[in-house]
């Protein structure tokens, strides 16, 4: 099976800051990877998919990079909405797996 | 506007038995795989079962292997899921997502509500 970790699990940043979440396969994943923001009670929401597509609708502030391995989600300036726990997704195999979540506080 | 709700969750004795259903709209149902991914209090997302378009198919993660059997109907719009000898440790919110690919294994770009599963004495 294929493991994600994701780092930091928490980061503390300010509205206008420029974030990056790291999330590493213990395998290539050429890819296939997302990123979903999850709100306290709500369900997660895609913001981007096979790496580096921004879902539509999703603010072009979020980018995603990588391939293989390794990949990042960044957020260019930080807007209040933006808050919130953030998941990396393999989807190259099943089990289809998620990474352990990265909480963005203020 | 693609919908999906969950019902059929609450609260079951370890060793019982709870049918989940997840109904579809929105978009033509058949065309896509389907999955469950559940998260426990507090903690993060774990992806439980998925099959399908068609039904032909069927994936699990290990600790539900045996006590779990994902289905749908698709004349119906509607996807299931069996738990049978549940754990305190199945206890988690149940959320059905639907896959971007009709053999499954793609993102999820839709999700439902999801609804509770207790297993307590």
């Known amino acids: 099976d294929i493991q994600m970790t994701q780092s930091p699990s928490t980061l503390s940043a300010s509205v206008g800051d420029r974030v990056t979440i790291t999330c590493r396969a213990s395998?290539?994943?050429?890819?296939?990877l997302a990123w979903y923001q999850q709100k306290p009670g709500k369900a997660p929401k895609v913001l981007i998919y096979?790496?580096?597509n921004l879902e539509r609708g999703v603010p072009s502030r979020f980018s995603g990079s990588g391939a293989g391995t390794d990949f990042t989600l960044t957020i260019s300036s930080l807007q209040p909405d933006d808050f919130a726990t953030y998941y990396c997704q393999q989807y190259r195999t099943y089990p289809v797996s998620f990474g352990q979540g990265t909480k963005l506080e203020i | 506007e693609v919908q999906l709700v969950e019902s059929g969750g609450g609260l079951v004795q370890p060793g019982g038995s709870l049918r989940l259903s997840c109904a579809a709209s929105g978009f033509t149902f058949s065309n896509y795989a389907m999955s469950w991914v559940r998260q426990a209090p507090g903690k993060g997302l774990e992806w439980v079962s998925a099959?399908?378009?068609?039904?032909?198919?069927?994936y699990y993660t290990d600790s539900v292997k045996g006590r779990f059997t994902i289905s749908r109907d698709n004349s119906k719009s509607t996807l299931f899921l069996q738990m049978n000898s549940l754990r305190a440790e199945d206890t988690a919110i149940y959320f059905c997502?639907?896959?971007?690919?009709?053999?499954?294994?793609?993102?999820?770009?839709?999700w439902g509500q999801g609804t509770m599963v207790t297993v307590s004495s």
């Open positions: 099959i399908s378009g068609s039904g032909g198919r069927t």
């Open positions: 395998q290539s994943i050429y890819s296939w």
């Open positions: 997502a639907k896959d971007t690919y009709p053999t499954g294994a793609g993102a999820f770009d839709f």
């Open positions: 096979k790496a580096s």
